[in-house]
């Protein structure tokens, strides 16, 4: 184990965001493509099909695959024949042309539509099934004598690949990088045909996984002889002020029937913010290395870099190693690895250690999807998110529970995120008791493969500081699952022996049991009570809070009386704002704070969750046999007559109510609460709830107000309503017995007794015209780059008029086109391609994408009946 061991590394960056971290260098022998466009797609298979491609029925075809990640075991041999050569959509000659055109990545699922008998656990969307994708593409005759790989990035699920016919391979699991060797049934010179089949089960995911080839998908073309896939791993053992070693070690494969002799050349440059080079700062060559004939062979060299520039959260410097791979003087390969140099260090008195400062894990728990836009990858909306995180001082991801996409991490090293790297959220007992039909399907065949090539895609990115083998896992009390984990820490120390290994612990006995002392690091989720206890028992033992809080909010809403029971807060389908409640296993934010700062020792937390997702939507998840609270007298009476004749209330909430941002990218209250803690040096305040309660005259209407300072002043109209300061674990001031009256809202927030910020909360007018703000006005014209437009329901004053539910239509001009609109509310069934959307308490989001290869200006207008229109312009630019 790693106990409190100092770790030193360097590490992979992507150049841009759209690659995978190691890439083809300029003038290198290898070619890597972007293969995301002119695919043919459907839906199901064809008439005759059967269960001829069912998993079960192929196991042995698709065991065989991905057998250099399995140490030690022979290949699986693959059985004779052509697997689904009968099948039609296999075969070259089949017409597809009525087939629906896309671009990848493509979610089918978030195409919808929404359906009220669907589970609202993953979305109430329709993303399972089975589904093809075809691509017709020309090789050219200088292909012939290269190996030319297909790698995708994720796609969901139980993928099978046919090229011209022939079976090439599969790989299940949907969150997995993987490649396949597409070189012996190419055909250069001519026009070849690929078909990818997906097979998506029913009841295969406790929340919106997405469906399709939902990440991108590359063609790689290298020399027979080449550095291999994920070829590289860059290490620093020793890092100083003056001078860094930088280890690099790299895998030259051999595709030829003759041995090889290879000389090895690396050269080390710093890298621009941009990504782009910068000076040559280092280089070495090795001496011959000799390459068995379809063989492959390591081979490592040492380079000092003097006075090396660290990669920080602060400043996330990065390096690029260049390796040169020739024959007989011949260039062979040329691969690129930008990198990271930095320390970490996990002590179990005093937390974690970037580079020996101390830093304070501030972190978010995430799934995958991009709200509106479904599991299909984009850069700029995954770089939003990450924008949002840092401006609430958020430093920190866990990917959660899932091999993150590796644009998530390109990201995260550029921006200086840490990552907690997640693989599983179950191993051999499965979560889905009733199908069966989660991970612990995979699991005795596949744990290995796709825990293997996660540490290998992801060990050289700076930004991951730990490895996660799984969440919440129902091994931790029994003796066959410590094992179990013992065997997945014991592969992530094999592949990287730098970084600890750690699980999401929900069980309070895994930190008694036994099940604490098979991980580097221990997690504990849903436990800030029990920090104390746990440490005690394991004083060598570093801790952190792996999943905190599971608070839960709906933007804009409050509910009266306010209690103090975590319970409650319901009406409406909505969760009230005011950051008090959580489900039973849960906390609210003050409770986790009060456990950090009872236990310094603790490294941090991730909060479930950043940002809102798709599914999973507690408290809601199921319909009601019983009324529910609602605030509106007439959809109470509707609810009352659904119950009596169906004996039930059907449950509209599809996404969750855990984000500290909602699903539209808008902050919630909470977002404030956490910036008050983690950014103490950013003067904030915060009030909440809104001022807009005519029916309250005369009521009480508790005011809270999140703030850095340490103490604050409310008034109401000009006249104070006192002054309070904040108490030892006390996270927010109260002003609990304000009575309601029109006008404005104050407060002055102190720090050390001196003036540190101000903030106001006005009785708005009526709803009088819309106000539209995007979050970038100049995008690129590559039909990939996005800018978010916020659109506000507005009174004259130009103030968000809250609780307005106005139905939003849009219109765009020039070259773009809206993507997906959206608004933040968990109940809408409003599909996400409409262009037309309700506000929700008073904003609503529209995102506009940039055709591509086309310059000039987009003009989105947000109109709304009895309401000013709104217009927004923004420039494309041509790369």
């Known amino acids: 184990m790693m106990r409190n061991l100092l770790i030193n590394i360097a590490l992979i960056v992507p150049l841009v965001a759209s690659v995978l971290p190691c890439k083809a260098a300029p003038n290198s022998p290898r070619d890597r493509l972007s293969f995301n466009a002119d695919w043919r797609f459907i839906k199901d298979d064809p008439q005759g099909t059967g269960d001829k491609l069912k998993y079960e029925n192929i196991k042995p075809w698709v065991n065989s695959t991905g057998a250099e990640f399995v140490a030690g075991a022979a290949p ?151 550095v291999g896939q994920w070829g590289t791993y860059l290490t620093t053992p020793e890092v100083s ?106 002590d179990a008195d005093k937390g974690f250690f970037l580079n020996d400062q101390p830093i304070e894990i501030f972190g978010v728990c995430n799934h995958h999807d991009l709200g509106a836009l479904g599991a299909a990858i984009n850069t700029r909306a995954l770089e939003r998110q990450l924008e949002i995180l840092k401006a609430m001082g958020g430093n920190a991801v866990r990917t959660s529970h899932n091999p993150p996409t590796p644009e998530l991490l390109d990201l995260a090293d550029r921006m200086g995120i840490l990552i907690m790297d997640e693989a599983f959220d179950c191993w051999a007992a499965t979560k889905q008791r009733r199908s069966q039909a989660d991970y612990a399907r995979l699991f005795p065949d596949w744990h290995e493969k796709d825990w293997r090539a996660q540490l290998r895609r992801d060990r050289n990115h700076p930004s991951v500081i730990l490895w996660s083998t799984g969440n919440e896992v129902r091994e931790q009390g029994s003796p066959e699952g410590h094992k179990i984990s013992e065997r997945l820490t014991a592969i992530a120390h094999e592949e990287d022996p730098t970084r600890p290994a750690t699980v999401g612990c929900n069980n309070l006995q895994a930190a008694f049991n036994g099940f604490q002392k098979t991980l580097d690091v221990f997690g504990y989720n849903y436990k800030p009570k029990e920090y104390g206890r746990a440490h005690e028992a394991n004083p060598g033992i570093p801790m952190y809070g792996s999943e905190t809080a599971s608070c839960i909010s709906s933007r804009g809403e409050y509910f009266f009386p306010v209690t103090e029971d975590k319970a409650g807060g319901q009406a409406d389908f909505q969760m009230s704002s005011y950051d008090l409640y959580a489900p039973p296993w849960a906390t609210p934010p003050d409770w986790e704070f009060k456990g950090q700062d009872e236990f310094p020792y603790v490294a941090g937390e991730f909060v479930w969750t950043g940002f809102d997702y798709l599914g999973e939507p507690t408290p809601y998840n ?127 927030a102190y720090k050390n007794g001196k003036p540190w910020a101000e903030n106001l909360m006005k009785t708005t007018g009526s709803a009088a015209g819309l106000t539209l703000q995007p979050d970038r006005d100049s995008i690129r014209a590559d039909g990939s780059d996005l800018s978010f437009v916020k659109v506000t329901v507005a009174d004259n004053s130009g103030l968000l008029v809250p609780r307005s539910k106005n139905l939003i239509r849009f219109e765009i001009e020039g070259p773009g086109e809206i993507v997906a609109t959206d608004n933040g509310d968990a109940t809408s069934f409003e599909s996400f391609q409409a262009p037309e959307r309700r506000a929700f308490n008073g904003l609503a989001l529209a995102i506009v994408r940039a055709k591509a290869g086309q310059a000039g200006t987009i003009k989105l207008t947000a109109k709304s009946d009895g309401l000013k229109a709104g217009t927004a312009t923004i420039k494309t630019v041509r790369d």
């Open 76 to 226: 699986a041999k693959r059985p004779e024949g052509n697997l689904g050569a009968d099948v039609a959509y296999t075969q070259p000659g089949f017409d597809d042309s009525t087939w629906r055109k896309v671009t990848l990545p493509h979610d089918w699922g978030i195409e919808g539509p929404f359906n009220q008998e669907y589970p609202g656990s993953t979305g109430k969307l329709p993303w399972w099934g089975i589904a093809w994708y075809r691509k017709h593409f020309d090789s050219p005759a200088s292909d012939k004598g290269r190996q030319v790989y297909l790698d995708v990035d994720g796609a969901m699920s139980y993928a099978n690949v046919w090229l011209n016919g022939q079976y090439v391979g599969g790989w299940p699991f949907g969150y997995a990088s993987w490649r396949v060797d597409l070189t012996p049934y190419l055909k250069p010179g001519a026009q070849n045909v690929l078909a990818i089949r997906l097979d998506n089960p029913p009841e295969s995911s406790r929340w919106y996984p997405g469906g399709g080839i939902y990440r991108n998908v590359w063609l790689v073309k290298t020399s027979p002889v080449h």
């Open 241 to 346: 002020t003056a001078a860094a070693t930088v280890k690099i070690r790299v895998n030259v494969a051999n595709g030829t029937s003759s041995d090889a002799t290879v000389s090895i050349k690396h050269e080390i440059y710093e890298l621009e913010a941009n990504g782009g080079r910068g000076k040559r700062v280092a280089s070495a060559s090795s001496d011959a290395v000799r390459v068995g004939a379809q063989a492959a062979q390591s081979a490592e060299s040492r380079i000092a870099v003097k006075s090396p520039r660290l990669w920080s959260v602060q400043k996330p410097q990065r390096y690029a190693a260049v390796t040169s791979v020739s024959q007989g003087g011949k260039l062979m390969d040329v691969y690129e690895t930008a990198f990271g140099i930095r320390t970490i260090r996990f």
């Open 622 to 748: 199921s319909d009601r046999t019983n009324l529910l609270n609602f605030t509106d007298p007439a959809e109470r009476a509707r609810a009352e007559k659904q119950l009596q004749e169906v004996g039930r209330i059907r449950t509209p909430s599809r996404s969750s109510y855990f984000g500290i941002v909602d699903l539209a990218g808008f902050p919630k209250d909470r977002y404030f609460m956490y910036q008050a803690r983690w950014r103490p040096d950013f003067p904030m305040a915060h009030i909440l709830p809104h001022w807009n309660w005519p029916e309250r005259v005369g009521q009480v209407t508790p005011v809270h107000v999140y703030t850095s300072g340490d103490e604050a002043e409310l008034f109401l109209n000009g006249q104070s309503l006192g002054r309070k300061k904040k108490g030892q674990y006390e996270y927010r001031l109260r002003w609990d017995e304000v009575v309601y009256q029109p006008g404005e809202l104050k407060v002055v």
